[in-house]
């Protein structure tokens, strides 16, 4: 588990006036489910393209399982599957037709291809559909197949570009499983994504990219242990209150309120919070409490202290695309 | 790696999804036909007339055919995203482009000889040189589909591809010694008319059917082969620089 599936050091690209990645460093290890987490226009795709090959960098070296693809990108694409963050089949064939096309572009003889294409179909959920025209497939349905088209030929390295953006929950949870399934039989896999929780579900280990830079990079235990040190209650209250969260500060040292929404105070502290106290402070200050509610960090909150970027502000980047989550 | 299996089915795909639809095939012999009658009857000199429009039929067939399709087969995939896909395979860019230029050539060629059976029915063809013929038509095919790939790879947009195509086929159909020789052109058009494949592909033609050719067989073969090998280098440099860069 110690080999090197992906190592990427001083890797830059520049389009034009836009420096798109700054010379990033980082690697995978084989069999690891890796994130890369990042705002539009971070350079996660960019960084993605460089690895698969369709884009050359303008400095720094990639190795994909020890094949210098720097200087020969097409040494090492029978080695990857690749999963685009549009579905780019083609709409005139079939499920099945597009599943064959792909596992004869990597030399898979008739009978391999065909039994391939349809175990997949079958793992996907799409044994039915198989027969039809890709043209009109769902967006989930769509999404399942590009995926299974990336992993006809076997890869031992998977490349997924936002696999869950713009298709509904159902079909987003279970794509989550089948990346899950893959990981866990081994596959490699390299996940760009803007939706955190679903990099918290998933990975490992995790890279926030901003702006072309890695600003950090770390397991995923580690990135949470970032905020384990702090507590946070909610309150669902009458009324938001916001004179409250001024006068909180000063009555309790060390804790720190925000007004959430109209209903809801959300309340940090180095310390654990003593809610039984707090609850009698708040109702004496005229302001009902109905729930109290202890939270979790999150690597959303980590996320923000290391980038400084909201998390609401990354999903609306892609909300013309859709949810998933 | 069985690069074969990639580059047969990159071919087989084209042909299911594009050129064997009926569009394409009646677009294949319709256009050809139109030709043949157009000239025929414009001539006005009659059936003696066929063998030395022939030549140019059968030009126009395969220039038209072969750069028609490559808008569709790169162009309109790249704009999709599903080239990329392709780009992917481990196979090598040259070996590549060549299966997804299969289909044009191989269409190209078809739609030559629609117009041949044609004439076979209004005249007698047994005076084709078929040695020079045929090595001629495959050559036209290909260095007309590899200008309709120049043309593919330098837009973004299938309406440019499609434009631009016209830029550059309506001219040659008048500069290449298709329906009038020439040495009847302007002289400063001429250079003009040295500088594009079809010329040379035309004369083979002409000198295979009814007339000595203008300039040696040797020559023209030569040219033509060079000009194919070059606009497909400059494709592929095209690619490289604008898709893979």
């Given at each position: 588990m110690n080999d090197k599936a992906i190592i990427v050091r001083g890797v830059a690209k520049r389009f034009t006036a836009v420096q798109a990645v700054a010379g990033i460093d980082f690697e995978v290890d084989e069999g690891e489910l890796f994130g890369f987490l990042g705002p539009n226009g971070a350079g996660k795709s960019t960084t993605i393209n460089m690895l698969i090959?369709?884009?050359?960098?303008?400095?720094?070296?990639?190795?994909?399982?020890?094949?210098?693809?720097?200087?020969?990108?097409?040494?090492?694409?029978h080695l990857m599957g690749v999963v685009p963050d549009e579905s780019n089949l083609y709409p005139e064939l079939t499920g099945y037709e597009n599943l064959t096309f792909c596992g004869s572009l990597y030399g898979m003889s008739k009978h391999a291809r065909a039994a391939r294409a349809r175990e997949l179909l079958d793992r996907f959920g799409l044994g039915e559909a198989g027969g039809r025209k890709f043209g009109g497939y769902s967006k989930g349905m769509k999404r399942k197949l590009t995926i299974a088209a990336g992993i006809i030929h076997s890869p031992p390295i998977l490349f997924l570009d936002e696999p869950t953006t713009g298709i509904d929950v159902a079909s987003a949870l279970q794509i989550r499983q089948l990346i899950?399934?893959?990981?866990?039989?081994?596959?490699?896999?390299?996940?760009?994504?803007?939706?955190?929780?679903?990099?918290?579900?998933?990975?490992?280990?995790?890279?926030?990219?901003?702006?072309?830079?890695?600003?950090?990079?770390?397991?995923?235990?580690?990135?949470?242990?970032?905020?384990?040190?702090?507590?946070?209650?909610?309150?669902?209250?009458?009324?938001?209150?916001?004179?409250?969260?001024?006068?909180?500060?000063?009555?309790?040292?060390?804790?720190?309120?925000?007004?959430?929404?109209?209903?809801?105070?959300?309340?940090?502290s180095p310390e654990p919070v003593r809610v039984g106290a707090l609850v009698r402070w708040i109702e004496?200050?005229?302001?009902?409490?109905?729930?109290?509610?202890?939270?979790?960090?999150?690597?959303?909150?980590?996320?923000i202290e290391i980038t400084g970027i909201e998390a609401d502000a990354m999903e609306q980047d892609k909300a013309g695309k859709g949810g998933g989550q | 790696m069985k690069a074969w299996i990639a580059c047969w089915n990159i071919l087989a795909k084209d042909m299911r999804a594009y050129y064997l639809k009926p569009p394409n095939i009646s677009w294949g012999l319709i256009f050809p036909l139109a030709w043949t009658g157009m000239f025929f009857v414009r001539s006005g000199s009659g059936l003696d007339s066929v063998p030395t429009l022939l030549p140019g039929v059968m030009a126009v067939s395969v220039l038209f055919g072969t750069t028609s399709m490559l808008a569709v087969t790169v162009t309109f995939e790249k704009k999709g995203r599903s080239f990329e896909r392709l780009l992917l395979a481990p196979i090598s860019l040259e070996l590549l482009m060549l299966s997804k230029t299969a289909g044009a050539i191989l269409f190209g060629v078809a739609n030559a000889f629609v117009p041949v059976l044609l004439a076979a029915f209004l005249t007698d063809l047994s005076g084709i040189n078929w040695l020079t013929l045929i090595p001629a038509v495959i050559l036209i095919a290909v260095s007309s589909t590899f200008i309709g790939?120049?043309?593919?790879?330098?837009?973004?947009?299938?309406?440019?591809?499609?434009?631009?195509?016209?830029?550059?086929?309506?001219?040659?159909?008048?500069?290449?010694?298709?329906?009038?020789?020439?040495?009847?052109?302007?002289?400063?058009?001429?250079?003009?008319?040295?500088?594009?494949?079809?010329?040379?592909?035309?004369?083979?033609?002409?000198?295979?059917?009814?007339?000595p050719p203008h300039l040696p067989l040797t020559l023209s073969f030569a040219l033509l082969a060079f000009s194919c090998i070059l606009l497909f280098a400059i494709s592929l440099q095209k690619i490289r620089q604008n898709w893979i860069s």
């Open positions: 090959g369709l884009t050359r960098p303008d400095d720094g070296t990639i190795h994909i399982a020890g094949i210098d693809c720097s200087t020969k990108p097409k040494a090492a694409q899950a399934d893959l990981n866990t039989a081994g596959t490699t896999i390299f996940l760009t994504t803007h939706y955190i929780e679903e990099a918290q579900r998933l990975c490992r280990r995790i890279a926030f990219i901003v702006k072309g830079r890695i600003v950090r990079i770390d397991t995923l235990d580690a990135l949470m242990r970032h905020t384990n040190g702090r507590h946070a209650v909610q309150f669902a209250v009458s009324r938001g209150a916001p004179d409250l969260c001024e006068v909180l500060a000063g009555k309790w040292p060390g804790l720190r309120g925000q007004v959430i929404a109209e209903d809801q105070i959300r309340v940090e004496e200050s005229g302001v009902e409490v109905s729930e109290a509610r202890q939270l979790r960090p999150s690597l959303e909150d980590v996320f | 790939l120049l043309i593919a790879v330098s837009v973004a947009e299938v309406f440019e591809a499609q434009t631009f195509s016209n830029f550059f086929r309506f001219p040659m159909l008048f500069l290449c010694g298709l329906f009038f020789p020439i040495a009847q052109l302007p002289v400063w058009l001429r250079p003009l008319s040295y500088a594009l494949p079809l010329t040379y592909g035309t004369d083979i033609l002409h000198s295979s059917i009814h007339r």
